[in-house]
Protein backbone atom coordinates (compact mmCIF):
# COMPACT_ATOMS: atom_id res chain seq x y z
CA UNK A 1 0.00 0.00 0.00
CA UNK A 2 1.54 3.53 -0.60
CA UNK A 3 1.71 6.20 1.41
CA UNK A 4 -1.15 8.52 0.10
CA UNK A 5 -3.27 5.19 0.13
CA UNK A 6 -2.15 4.75 3.78
CA UNK A 7 -3.17 7.97 4.88
CA UNK A 8 -6.24 8.17 2.63
CA UNK A 9 -7.53 4.56 4.92
CA UNK A 10 -6.51 6.89 8.03
CA UNK A 11 -8.88 9.93 7.31
CA UNK A 12 -12.22 9.63 9.72
CA UNK A 13 -10.98 6.47 12.42
CA UNK A 14 -11.91 7.78 15.19
CA UNK A 15 -9.89 6.27 18.39
CA UNK A 16 -12.24 5.32 20.99
CA UNK A 17 -10.72 5.39 24.84
CA UNK A 18 -10.81 2.18 26.85
CA UNK A 19 -13.02 1.64 29.61
CA UNK A 20 -11.07 3.70 32.20
CA UNK A 21 -11.75 6.43 29.50
CA UNK A 22 -15.35 6.04 29.15
CA UNK A 23 -15.82 5.89 32.90
CA UNK A 24 -13.96 9.07 33.60
CA UNK A 25 -16.40 10.65 30.98
CA UNK A 26 -19.33 9.26 32.60
CA UNK A 27 -18.33 10.45 35.90
CA UNK A 28 -17.66 14.00 34.82
CA UNK A 29 -20.51 14.60 33.11
CA UNK A 30 -22.59 14.48 36.03
CA UNK A 31 -20.34 16.53 37.86
CA UNK A 32 -20.14 18.62 35.94
CA UNK A 33 -24.14 19.23 35.70
CA UNK A 34 -23.95 19.73 38.76
CA UNK A 35 -21.92 22.71 38.98
CA UNK A 36 -23.31 24.34 36.04
CA UNK A 37 -26.79 24.44 37.72
CA UNK A 38 -25.41 25.84 40.75
CA UNK A 39 -23.38 28.58 38.64
CA UNK A 40 -26.64 29.35 37.27
CA UNK A 41 -28.40 29.19 40.72
CA UNK A 42 -25.83 31.85 41.76
CA UNK A 43 -26.74 33.78 38.74
CA UNK A 44 -30.24 34.23 39.92
CA UNK A 45 -28.58 35.02 43.36
CA UNK A 46 -26.41 37.74 42.17
CA UNK A 47 -29.41 39.19 40.19
CA UNK A 48 -32.24 39.34 43.46
CA UNK A 49 -29.57 40.90 45.57
CA UNK A 50 -28.89 43.53 42.63
CA UNK A 51 -32.33 44.25 42.87
CA UNK A 52 -32.65 44.70 46.88
CA UNK A 53 -29.18 46.74 46.12
CA UNK A 54 -31.19 48.96 43.62
CA UNK A 55 -33.86 49.16 46.01
CA UNK A 56 -32.21 50.05 49.01
CA UNK A 57 -30.08 52.85 46.59
CA UNK A 58 -33.39 54.29 45.31
CA UNK A 59 -35.11 54.84 48.45
CA UNK A 60 -31.95 56.54 49.81
CA UNK A 61 -31.89 58.92 47.24
CA UNK A 62 -35.81 59.23 47.39
CA UNK A 63 -35.47 59.90 51.08
CA UNK A 64 -34.12 63.91 50.21
CA UNK A 65 -37.63 64.17 48.46
CA UNK A 66 -39.48 63.12 51.45
CA UNK A 67 -37.46 65.88 54.04
CA UNK A 68 -38.36 67.98 51.68
CA UNK A 69 -41.74 67.26 51.29
CA UNK A 70 -41.88 67.14 55.14
CA UNK A 71 -40.12 70.33 55.37
CA UNK A 72 -42.89 72.40 53.04
CA UNK A 73 -45.98 70.43 54.95
CA UNK A 74 -44.57 71.47 58.51
CA UNK A 75 -43.91 75.48 57.15
CA UNK A 76 -47.62 75.38 55.51
CA UNK A 77 -49.68 75.95 58.46
CA UNK A 78 -47.86 78.37 59.92
CA UNK A 79 -47.82 80.30 56.90
CA UNK A 80 -51.70 79.39 56.03
CA UNK A 81 -52.63 81.32 59.84
CA UNK A 82 -50.21 84.51 59.52
CA UNK A 83 -49.63 85.04 55.94
CA UNK A 84 -46.77 87.42 55.76
CA UNK A 85 -44.33 88.59 52.38
CA UNK A 86 -41.38 86.92 54.24
CA UNK A 87 -43.28 83.32 55.21
CA UNK A 88 -44.63 83.56 51.42
CA UNK A 89 -41.08 83.75 50.23
CA UNK A 90 -40.18 80.94 52.84
CA UNK A 91 -42.74 78.61 51.60
CA UNK A 92 -42.05 79.59 47.67
CA UNK A 93 -38.23 78.43 48.05
CA UNK A 94 -39.04 75.54 49.66
CA UNK A 95 -41.83 74.35 46.83
CA UNK A 96 -39.48 75.80 44.33
CA UNK A 97 -36.60 73.23 45.72
CA UNK A 98 -39.06 70.48 46.33
CA UNK A 99 -39.65 70.81 42.03
CA UNK A 100 -36.00 71.18 41.15
CA UNK A 101 -35.39 67.70 42.78
CA UNK A 102 -38.28 66.01 41.27
CA UNK A 103 -37.25 67.46 38.32
CA UNK A 104 -33.96 66.41 38.36
CA UNK A 105 -34.58 62.38 39.25
CA UNK A 106 -37.03 62.27 37.17
CA UNK A 107 -34.28 63.24 34.07
CA UNK A 108 -32.06 60.81 35.88
CA UNK A 109 -32.25 58.06 33.71
CA UNK A 110 -29.72 55.70 35.69
CA UNK A 111 -32.06 56.49 38.33
CA UNK A 112 -35.40 56.18 37.17
CA UNK A 113 -34.12 52.93 34.69
CA UNK A 114 -37.88 52.70 33.07
CA UNK A 115 -38.97 51.65 36.24
CA UNK A 116 -43.26 51.83 35.98
CA UNK A 117 -43.32 52.70 39.56
CA UNK A 118 -41.51 56.00 39.08
CA UNK A 119 -43.37 56.65 35.50
CA UNK A 120 -46.94 56.28 37.00
CA UNK A 121 -45.85 58.38 39.90
CA UNK A 122 -44.15 61.44 38.37
CA UNK A 123 -46.99 63.25 36.71
CA UNK A 124 -49.09 62.65 40.05
CA UNK A 125 -46.14 63.98 42.15
CA UNK A 126 -45.32 67.36 40.30
CA UNK A 127 -49.31 68.42 39.68
CA UNK A 128 -49.02 68.01 43.62
CA UNK A 129 -46.46 70.22 44.25
CA UNK A 130 -47.39 72.83 41.41
CA UNK A 131 -50.67 72.67 43.37
CA UNK A 132 -49.86 73.38 46.61
CA UNK A 133 -50.06 76.59 48.23
CA UNK A 134 -50.55 78.09 51.30
CA UNK A 135 -54.14 79.41 51.67
CA UNK A 136 -55.72 76.05 49.84
CA UNK A 137 -57.84 78.27 48.05
CA UNK A 138 -59.92 78.77 50.88
CA UNK A 139 -60.08 82.12 53.61
CA UNK A 140 -61.10 79.94 56.22
CA UNK A 141 -58.87 76.99 55.95
CA UNK A 142 -57.26 76.22 59.38
CA UNK A 143 -53.51 74.81 59.69
CA UNK A 144 -54.60 71.47 60.50
CA UNK A 145 -56.43 71.36 56.96
CA UNK A 146 -53.10 72.90 55.95
CA UNK A 147 -50.83 70.38 57.56
CA UNK A 148 -53.17 67.12 56.24
CA UNK A 149 -53.01 68.20 52.35
CA UNK A 150 -49.50 68.97 52.33
CA UNK A 151 -49.13 65.24 54.01
CA UNK A 152 -50.77 63.27 51.17
CA UNK A 153 -47.45 64.25 48.95
CA UNK A 154 -45.41 63.01 51.97
CA UNK A 155 -47.25 59.81 52.46
CA UNK A 156 -47.07 59.29 48.68
CA UNK A 157 -43.71 59.79 48.44
CA UNK A 158 -43.30 57.33 51.82
CA UNK A 159 -45.69 54.39 49.61
CA UNK A 160 -43.72 54.89 46.59
CA UNK A 161 -40.68 54.30 49.39
CA UNK A 162 -42.27 50.90 50.34
CA UNK A 163 -43.29 49.78 46.81
CA UNK A 164 -39.83 50.15 45.94
CA UNK A 165 -39.06 47.91 49.05
CA UNK A 166 -41.72 45.16 47.48
CA UNK A 167 -40.73 45.53 44.46
CA UNK A 168 -37.01 44.70 45.14
CA UNK A 169 -37.70 41.75 47.02
CA UNK A 170 -36.44 43.30 51.00
CA UNK A 171 -40.15 42.44 52.78
CA UNK A 172 -39.47 38.92 51.31
CA UNK A 173 -36.25 38.41 53.20
CA UNK A 174 -36.77 36.48 56.96
CA UNK A 175 -33.26 35.67 57.74
CA UNK A 176 -31.20 37.16 59.53
CA UNK A 177 -30.70 40.94 60.53
CA UNK A 178 -32.55 41.96 57.11
CA UNK A 179 -35.95 41.79 57.92
CA UNK A 180 -35.51 43.53 61.29
CA UNK A 181 -33.35 46.42 59.68
CA UNK A 182 -36.08 46.89 56.74
CA UNK A 183 -39.04 47.25 58.80
CA UNK A 184 -37.13 49.57 61.41
CA UNK A 185 -36.23 51.95 58.63
CA UNK A 186 -39.17 51.77 56.50
CA UNK A 187 -42.06 51.10 59.30
CA UNK A 188 -40.82 52.53 62.36
CA UNK A 189 -39.23 55.54 61.40
CA UNK A 190 -42.17 56.75 58.61
CA UNK A 191 -44.31 56.65 62.11
CA UNK A 192 -42.32 58.66 64.09
CA UNK A 193 -41.38 61.53 61.59
CA UNK A 194 -44.81 62.01 61.33
CA UNK A 195 -45.27 63.14 64.86
CA UNK A 196 -41.80 64.89 64.97
CA UNK A 197 -43.56 66.77 61.91
CA UNK A 198 -46.56 68.10 63.92
CA UNK A 199 -44.70 68.79 66.97
CA UNK A 200 -42.31 71.34 64.84
CA UNK A 201 -45.24 72.61 63.08
CA UNK A 202 -48.10 73.02 65.09
CA UNK A 203 -45.69 74.18 68.10
CA UNK A 204 -44.01 76.71 66.48
CA UNK A 205 -47.27 77.99 64.96
CA UNK A 206 -48.98 78.39 68.93
CA UNK A 207 -45.32 79.96 69.73
CA UNK A 208 -45.59 82.38 66.91
CA UNK A 209 -49.39 83.28 67.93
CA UNK A 210 -48.17 83.74 71.35
CA UNK A 211 -51.09 81.51 72.84
CA UNK A 212 -52.55 77.41 72.44
CA UNK A 213 -56.35 77.50 71.61
CA UNK A 214 -58.28 74.68 73.18
CA UNK A 215 -57.90 72.35 70.67
CA UNK A 216 -53.90 72.62 70.62
CA UNK A 217 -53.53 71.76 74.00
CA UNK A 218 -55.33 68.40 73.23
CA UNK A 219 -53.10 68.08 70.00
CA UNK A 220 -50.14 69.08 71.66
CA UNK A 221 -50.51 66.75 74.25
CA UNK A 222 -51.78 64.00 72.61
CA UNK A 223 -48.06 64.34 70.76
CA UNK A 224 -46.42 63.96 73.86
CA UNK A 225 -47.73 60.82 74.97
CA UNK A 226 -47.16 59.57 71.35
CA UNK A 227 -43.68 59.99 71.43
CA UNK A 228 -42.83 58.73 74.74
CA UNK A 229 -44.90 55.97 73.96
CA UNK A 230 -42.71 55.40 70.32
CA UNK A 231 -39.59 56.13 72.62
CA UNK A 232 -40.45 53.30 74.75
CA UNK A 233 -41.11 50.60 71.68
CA UNK A 234 -38.49 51.64 69.61
CA UNK A 235 -35.67 51.06 72.59
CA UNK A 236 -37.62 47.76 73.59
CA UNK A 237 -37.25 46.61 69.85
CA UNK A 238 -33.95 48.47 69.23
CA UNK A 239 -32.89 45.74 72.29
CA UNK A 240 -34.19 42.75 70.58
CA UNK A 241 -32.22 43.73 67.40
CA UNK A 242 -29.52 43.46 69.54
CA UNK A 243 -29.80 40.49 71.10
CA UNK A 244 -30.36 38.59 67.86
CA UNK A 245 -27.77 40.70 65.76
CA UNK A 246 -24.81 41.81 68.54
CA UNK A 247 -22.33 43.06 65.95
CA UNK A 248 -24.88 45.60 65.27
CA UNK A 249 -23.61 47.24 68.53
CA UNK A 250 -20.77 48.71 66.76
CA UNK A 251 -22.33 50.04 64.07
CA UNK A 252 -23.89 53.76 63.68
CA UNK A 253 -26.73 54.31 65.05
CA UNK A 254 -26.57 51.62 67.15
CA UNK A 255 -23.50 52.18 69.44
CA UNK A 256 -25.25 54.82 71.32
CA UNK A 257 -28.52 52.75 73.18
CA UNK A 258 -30.77 53.68 74.31
CA UNK A 259 -31.85 56.50 72.01
CA UNK A 260 -33.21 59.24 73.24
CA UNK A 261 -34.00 62.05 69.97
CA UNK A 262 -37.97 61.13 70.99
CA UNK A 263 -37.73 61.77 74.67
CA UNK A 264 -35.72 64.65 73.95
CA UNK A 265 -38.21 65.90 71.16
CA UNK A 266 -41.06 64.82 73.41
CA UNK A 267 -39.27 67.12 76.73
CA UNK A 268 -38.21 69.95 74.34
CA UNK A 269 -42.20 70.08 73.08
CA UNK A 270 -43.05 70.05 76.85
CA UNK A 271 -40.49 72.43 78.54
CA UNK A 272 -41.12 75.25 75.45
CA UNK A 273 -44.61 74.92 75.08
CA UNK A 274 -46.78 72.41 76.59
CA UNK A 275 -45.65 73.68 80.60
CA UNK A 276 -44.75 77.60 79.33
CA UNK A 277 -47.10 79.83 81.23
CA UNK A 278 -46.08 82.61 78.60
CA UNK A 279 -44.71 81.01 75.51
CA UNK A 280 -41.35 83.10 75.36
CA UNK A 281 -39.57 81.09 73.34
CA UNK A 282 -38.83 82.43 69.57
CA UNK A 283 -40.62 80.12 67.47
CA UNK A 284 -37.89 79.89 65.29
CA UNK A 285 -35.28 78.75 67.89
CA UNK A 286 -38.33 75.63 68.77
CA UNK A 287 -38.68 74.89 65.26
CA UNK A 288 -34.80 74.40 64.42
CA UNK A 289 -34.98 72.32 67.73
CA UNK A 290 -37.47 70.03 66.60
CA UNK A 291 -35.64 69.78 62.59
CA UNK A 292 -32.58 68.93 64.38
CA UNK A 293 -34.20 66.10 65.67
CA UNK A 294 -35.82 64.99 62.46
CA UNK A 295 -32.50 65.56 60.57
CA UNK A 296 -31.30 63.55 63.18
CA UNK A 297 -33.83 60.78 62.67
CA UNK A 298 -33.04 61.04 58.53
CA UNK A 299 -29.33 59.73 59.26
CA UNK A 300 -29.96 57.11 61.29
CA UNK A 301 -32.46 56.08 58.98
CA UNK A 302 -29.87 56.19 56.40
CA UNK A 303 -26.88 54.63 58.78
CA UNK A 304 -29.98 51.78 58.88
CA UNK A 305 -30.39 51.50 55.17
CA UNK A 306 -26.31 51.65 54.71
CA UNK A 307 -25.71 48.91 57.34
CA UNK A 308 -28.88 46.50 55.45
CA UNK A 309 -26.98 48.01 51.95
CA UNK A 310 -23.93 46.55 53.31
CA UNK A 311 -24.79 43.43 54.67
CA UNK A 312 -26.39 42.62 51.01
CA UNK A 313 -23.12 43.26 49.43
CA UNK A 314 -21.58 40.79 51.66
CA UNK A 315 -24.18 38.40 50.60
CA UNK A 316 -23.47 39.09 47.39
CA UNK A 317 -19.50 38.84 47.20
CA UNK A 318 -19.92 35.65 49.26
CA UNK A 319 -21.98 34.14 46.34
CA UNK A 320 -19.44 35.76 43.54
CA UNK A 321 -16.89 33.76 45.44
CA UNK A 322 -18.96 30.57 45.29
CA UNK A 323 -19.18 31.00 41.44
CA UNK A 324 -15.39 31.41 41.01
CA UNK A 325 -15.05 28.61 42.92
CA UNK A 326 -17.36 26.17 40.88
CA UNK A 327 -15.53 27.25 37.62
CA UNK A 328 -12.34 26.99 38.65
CA UNK A 329 -13.85 23.42 39.98
CA UNK A 330 -14.92 23.13 36.45
CA UNK A 331 -12.21 23.90 34.71
CA UNK A 332 -9.80 21.68 36.99
CA UNK A 333 -11.94 18.58 36.15
CA UNK A 334 -12.08 19.68 32.68
CA UNK A 335 -8.34 19.57 32.77
CA UNK A 336 -8.30 16.09 34.62
CA UNK A 337 -10.81 14.31 31.96
CA UNK A 338 -8.59 16.21 29.39
CA UNK A 339 -5.22 14.50 30.61
CA UNK A 340 -7.25 10.91 31.19
CA UNK A 341 -8.50 10.84 27.82
CA UNK A 342 -5.39 12.04 26.28
CA UNK A 343 -3.20 9.24 28.29
CA UNK A 344 -5.92 6.29 27.92
CA UNK A 345 -6.22 7.71 23.97
CA UNK A 346 -2.21 7.32 23.78
CA UNK A 347 -2.40 4.08 25.67
CA UNK A 348 -5.07 2.58 23.48
CA UNK A 349 -2.91 3.50 20.44
CA UNK A 350 0.15 2.38 21.39
CA UNK A 351 -1.98 -1.27 22.36
CA UNK A 352 -3.27 -1.22 18.81
CA UNK A 353 0.01 -0.45 17.52
CA UNK A 354 1.93 -3.19 19.54
CA UNK A 355 -1.15 -5.58 18.37
CA UNK A 356 -0.45 -5.10 15.13
CA UNK A 357 3.30 -5.01 15.03
CA UNK A 358 2.32 -8.74 16.67
CA UNK A 359 -0.21 -9.67 14.00
CA UNK A 360 2.51 -8.76 11.69
CA UNK A 361 5.22 -10.27 13.89
CA UNK A 362 2.92 -13.46 13.46
CA UNK A 363 1.68 -13.32 9.62
CA UNK A 364 5.58 -13.19 9.20
CA UNK A 365 6.21 -16.17 10.93
CA UNK A 366 3.05 -17.56 9.49
CA UNK A 367 4.64 -16.86 5.68
CA UNK A 368 8.34 -18.12 7.24
CA UNK A 369 6.93 -21.25 8.31
CA UNK A 370 4.81 -22.06 5.33
CA UNK A 371 7.49 -21.21 2.53
CA UNK A 372 9.95 -23.48 4.66
CA UNK A 373 7.41 -26.32 4.35
CA UNK A 374 6.69 -25.34 0.72
CA UNK A 375 10.67 -26.09 0.48
CA UNK A 376 11.10 -28.91 2.37
CA UNK A 377 8.28 -30.50 0.33
CA UNK A 378 9.83 -29.77 -2.86
CA UNK A 379 13.21 -30.79 -2.15
CA UNK A 380 11.59 -34.04 -1.15
CA UNK A 381 10.26 -34.76 -4.25
Given at each position: ??????????????????????????????????????????????????????????????QQVVDLAE???????????????????????????????????????????????????????????????????????????????????????????????????????????????????????????????????????????????????????????????????????????????????????????PWTLLEEA??????????????????????????????????????ILSILQNQ??????????????????????????????????????????????????????????????????????
Amino acid sequence: MSGFQQVKSNIGRIVLPTRVGWLSLFLVIPVAALLLQLLFSRDEQVLKIDNKLKAINDIRTLQQVVDLAERLRDLSAIVVYDRNSELDDEYSRQQKSLMVKLTELKSDKAFNGNNPIYELSYPLLLSQVQSSRPALGAEFTTPSVAFEEHQLLVADLQQIQFRLADQGGLFAERVGVFPDLTYLALDEYTALTSDLGKARSFGSLYLRLGHVPSDGIELLEGLYERLMRQNERLNSRLQKILETNPALGSQSPFQNLPWTLLEEAAQTLDADIIQSADLETPWRNYYKKISRFMVQASVDRDQILSILQNQFLLERSAVVRQQRTYLIVMIFIFFVFLVIYILDIKATVGQEKVRKEKQAAEEADKAKSQFLATMSHEIRT
